[in-house]
């Protein structure tokens, strides 16, 4: 059950910003998992610092979500901009090019083998909450990522900039006639979206192995969760992991190979009744 | 002046039309003796170009003529490939009757994916055709007792007739052409007019009575079809099938070729798929890092080259954005 749940968070700030930067700039960003993969990785350099490991942690959580957001803007405005105006397929082309890139620097920069982050002491053990007992190292996750998606909610619901990233995907022209300049916007939420897919990879660090290739698995559910939810909701993304993430516990149980053939046969029923997803507008 | 540059246009255009028979010749003479003249391990090089050039026509077909970007076509690559596989090995066929039958696994398997993500264009057709590719991936990955999992799926052998290098070579050679030249009949054929008229605009097209869906639908299975094609040849070539050959990342492979060598050229794909083939080859020599390698060049190309190497523009399908 709390492994469902895991998962659905994970995915949840994965998706949110495919969904997110589709929804306002119209780029599919397949190498977005990739920016997950990087946040994971800057934990297992962070914990090598001369600090107490905890403290290593906490500076992780934060830095490497700042990190990743200063990459992802230099490849919007080095790399992504340059092919925005010739359509979706370039735009695709490039980022499926990054996710070899990441893979290839990653490998050089820390090896190709299996890592495994050295958990501060409060993470590890297990802790009793009467009807489940969860891991320690999975606290990070079952804490900060309910937080994030409030977060979330609160930027693009209570201030200003949100309102004006909303209105964006509602008709980018008309707001870039009144007078906001939508391509910084743009840039700025695609690092925000970056940056969230940075914090899942810092905050599952703790719980898993890491090699580089380990962001295609992910980025595959992510699309599954994007294409469920409705391509530029978040609301619906959020559904779509959780429905996901429980069908994958759900598996767990019972036959664990069938969990990512159950993902698309979800996907399939959702779509046959509802093409644009749950909560996607027809296009 | 305005004259002398249409003179070196229509010169140009003159050129192309002797260029591309006269190249196609070359390489047609050039593909039968390459086994003469050149050692083994050459001789391997040019089936996995040949195989790979298949796969890459195939997925332009899609990508070139009706203007869908499959992402997941390596599903029907490996799902022909591990058809013809177990077949072979679980089943006792023999090598000519797996052959013959694991494409159609892999047409009935784009049929089931086409019914849902046809109806659907642009991006919602990416992420659907990439998600549900990995199906296939996650089946062979985990159902151990039959595919093997990541141990792969070994012992697939075909008839001792075909045993060595050479004879296998001639082998895909024929198959590929044949296979070609069907998929060259078909893009010049009423059909293929139909698929190149939704490309350019799939509401006229509907318009004037094509049947969009449904022309989409079709071209997607026998996509899929020729792609089984291509993976059943790889499995007896390489007598063993592992989970990679349907991993998302291995449907990147026909893209590549595809934007190198040009997306409207009908065989821009196999001047791509010679490209990348001895590409790594020579670029494994210095770096193992070639998928470092390949997406810098992938960027660089689209960014910088939009026109691929045989000079046709990818952009000019996928109209700009709203």
């Known amino acids: ?283 | 002046m305005l004259s002398a540059t249409k003179k070196r246009f229509a010169a140009a255009k003159q050129n192309a039309s002797w260029l591309q028979p006269a190249l196609l010749a070359g390489l047609a003479i050039f593909s039968l003796i390459v086994p003469l003249i050149l050692g083994t391990f050459n001789v391997f090089l040019a089936t996995e170009i040949l195989i790979l050039a298949l796969f890459s026509v195939s997925f332009n077909m899609l990508l070139g003529y009706t203007g869908m970007v499959s992402f997941g076509q390596a599903a029907y690559y490996g799902l022909g490939a591990y058809a013809a596989g177990l077949f072979v090995t679980r089943m006792g066929l023999p090598m000519p009757l797996a052959f013959a039958l694991a494409p159609f696994v892999a047409a009935v398997g784009a049929a089931l994916v086409g019914a849902i993500a046809v109806r659907r264009a642009h991006a919602y057709f990416i992420m659907l055709t990439l998600a549900f590719g990995q199906i296939v991936y996650a089946i062979a990955l985990s159902w151990y007792s039959v595919t093997g999992g990541d141990n792969g799926l070994l012992g697939v052998r075909p008839i001792p007739l075909l045993s060595s290098p050479t004879n296998y070579y001639y082998f895909v050679l024929v198959v590929v052409v044949i296979c070609l030249y069907a998929m060259y009949r078909l893009v010049n054929s009423p059909f293929g007019s139909g698929l190149k008229a939704i490309r350019e605009n799939p509401l006229r097209a509907e318009a004037i009575g094509i049947n969009v869906l449904l022309h989409r639908w079709v071209i997607f299975i026998i996509a899929g079809f020729f792609s089984g094609v291509a993976g059943a040849l790889l499995a007896f070539f390489q007598r063993s099938i592992f989970p990679d050959a349907a991993l998302f990342t291995k449907s990147f492979d026909p893209l590549v070729t595809t934007v190198l060598g040009g997306v409207g050229n009908f065989f821009g794909p196999v001047v791509g798929s010679i490209f990348l083939v001895l590409l790594e080859r020579f670029v494994v020599r210095f770096t193992e890092h070639w998928l470092l390698v390949v997406g810098g060049l992938v960027i660089i190309v689209v960014i910088g080259f939009s026109r691929g190497i045989t000079g046709f523009d990818i952009s000019r399908f996928f109209g700009r954005r709203r």
């Open chain 1, 1 to 283: 059950m709390s492994s469902g749940l895991i998962k659905a968070m994970l995915l949840f700030l994965i998706a949110s910003g495919l969904s997110l930067i589709w929804g306002m700039g119209r780029v599919i960003n397949v190498a977005h998992a990739s920016f997950y993969v990087l946040g994971a990785f800057i934990v297992l350099s962070m914990m090598q610092l001369p600090f107490d490991a905890a403290i290593n942690y906490a500076l992780a959580l934060v830095l490497a979500p700042i990190i990743v957001a200063l990459v992802a803007a230099v490849i919007e405005l080095g790399l992504l901009r340059r092919v925005y105006h010739r359509g979706i397929l370039p735009v695709v082309m490039v980022t499926f090019g990054l996710v070899f890139v990441f893979q290839g620097l990653v490998r050089i920069i820390w090896g190709d083998e299996l890592h495994v982050v050295n958990t501060p002491a409060f993470m590890r053990g297990a802790v009793s909450l009467g009807v489940v007992t969860i891991a320690k190292n999975q606290l990070p996750i079952i804490i900060v990522a309910p937080l994030t998606a409030i977060g979330i909610w609160a930027v693009f619901y209570r201030t200003r900039w949100g309102t004006l990233v909303r209105a964006a995907t509602q008709d980018r022209e008309m707001l870039n006639a009144l007078g906001t300049n939508v391509p910084r916007l743009f840039t700025v939420t695609f690092m925000m979206a970056a940056s969230l897919a940075a914090l899942g990879g810092v905050l599952v660090a703790p719980t898993i192995g890491l090699f580089p290739a380990m962001d295609g698995p992910l980025i595959v559910d992510a699309f599954a969760v994007v294409v469920i939810g409705g391509l530029g909701s978040i609301l619906g993304s959020l559904l779509a992991a959780i429905i996901i993430g429980l069908v994958f516990a759900f598996s767990l149980l019972i036959a664990p190979e069938l969990g990512t053939v159950l993902t698309f046969l979800i996907m399939a029923v959702v779509l046959s009744f509802r093409p644009w997803g749950l909560r996607g507008s027809p296009e």
